[in-house]
């Protein structure tokens, strides 16, 4: 089976895209080309997939990105087997290509709940934008094939559709935690917590425990960043890819996830908080119900409330200061990522279901 796997707004290492689904379907036999935009990020493909450069479609600037998606589109239909996109704005690519092949949509987020969390957006387009947002959806579940990555996107839609959700890949061993730093890997943005992060730094900086952020910066967290690395509070390392950021999480004392109550986080598991049970380190999280419910049930971290970076602050060197809890709560953690949430468990019915729909067997 030959896939083309299309993104014009992911990074092309997105750890969903390129270290999930991609590998999965490289380890089955298959062939992919990959187009994502490579040189506005600053990166080249892998060795294992066919790359295609596409412009990058960031804030307002969308409309050549989604051309030249469209001109691959049309120029691959009749050399691949299926197609999988990852962005709303390459249903738009796609729509009304005679004779292509079957797509399918990878519904990564609550699309019109993300709306409130574009600053470029302004508030009076907001409520009209999440109206034709809605429609767009309606029309993609008549025309194509649908992923969900979270199985609270369901009730958006009203047939059923595979959910393959945002796990990760376990190692078959671990560190136990340290003492000494503090971790956080993902996007960095004021919904998810950069503020207090910076400020939980500054407040450890006299207990001598590190901050390190792991991850890539909307524009307008990047002074406060720059501010704070200048300053010596904490460590930055803007994007990595996953496979090389997951290695920093080994022997940290703490992972955090510090997302402010957004209508797009309330129903999503966030991802990095699986990375963290995954690597045997205890969780710090704000209280966004689906992180409740995994802290809960497994006993693997610590809630705090929302924007409150000295409750944060509090929980760290409390599981500084109790090595037993500390190491206990990491691996109850990475005992239950290694069993319900790691990454192959999902693969094989990942791959099938794409066999399905190309119409071909592995």
């Not at 049309?74 to 796609?94: C, N, Q, T, W, Y």
């Not at 809890?325 to 109850?332: A, D, L, M, P, Q």
Request: aromatic share 8%; with cysteine; proline share 8%.
């Amino acid at each position: 089976m030959h896939v083309l796997v299309m993104t014009v707004v992911h990074h092309p290492e997105d750890a969903r895209i390129l270290h999930r689904q991609i590998r999965a379907l490289v380890d089955a036999g298959h062939e992919v080309t990959y187009a994502a935009p490579y040189t506005a990020r600053g990166v080249v493909p892998r060795s294992w997939v066919t790359g295609v450069d596409l412009p990058r479609a960031a804030e307002r600037r969308r409309l050549s990105a989604v051309r030249a998606a469209r001109k691959l589109f049309k120029s691959m239909r009749g050399k691949v087997d299926l197609a999988l996109i990852h962005d709303p704005e390459l249903l738009f690519a796609v729509a009304g290509v005679r004779k292509s092949p079957p797509v399918v949509w990878d519904v990564h987020e609550d699309t019109p709940a993300t709306l409130s969390l574009k600053p470029w957006l302004p508030a009076f387009l907001r409520p009209p934008t999440r109206y034709l947002a809605r429609l767009l959806e309606g029309t993609a579940e008549r025309r194509m094939h649908l992923l969900l990555a979270e199985a609270a996107y369901a009730g958006r839609f009203r047939q059923r559709h595979l959910v393959v959700p945002n796990e990760t890949w376990v190692p078959d061993s671990v560190s136990p935690p340290g003492d000494d730093r503090v971790v956080y890997l993902g996007w960095l943005s004021e919904a998810r917590g950069v503020q207090e992060a910076v400020e939980v730094a500054r407040l450890l900086q006299p207990h001598r425990v590190a901050v390190e952020l792991i991850g890539y910066a909307d524009p307008q967290s990047r002074p406060l960043l720059n501010e704070a690395v200048a300053q010596g509070v904490l460590e930055w390392r803007d994007f990595m890819p996953n496979d090389e950021a997951l290695k920093r999480l080994d022997g940290a004392l703490a992972g955090l996830s510090l997302l402010h109550d957004e209508p797009n986080y309330r129903h999503s598991m966030p991802t990095k908080i699986v990375e963290y049970m995954a690597h045997g380190i205890p969780v710090i999280t704000t209280p966004s119900p689906r992180a409740v419910e995994l802290v809960e049930r497994y006993q693997c971290g610590m809630v705090v409330p929302w924007r409150d970076p000295q409750a944060v602050a509090r929980a760290v060197l409390q599981l500084r200061d109790n090595p037993f809890e500390r190491r206990g709560t990491g691996g109850r953690g990475y005992a239950a990522a290694r069993a319900n949430h790691h990454w192959p468990n999902s693969a094989r019915r990942f791959v099938d279901q794409l066999e399905a729909w190309a119409g071909v067997k592995s």
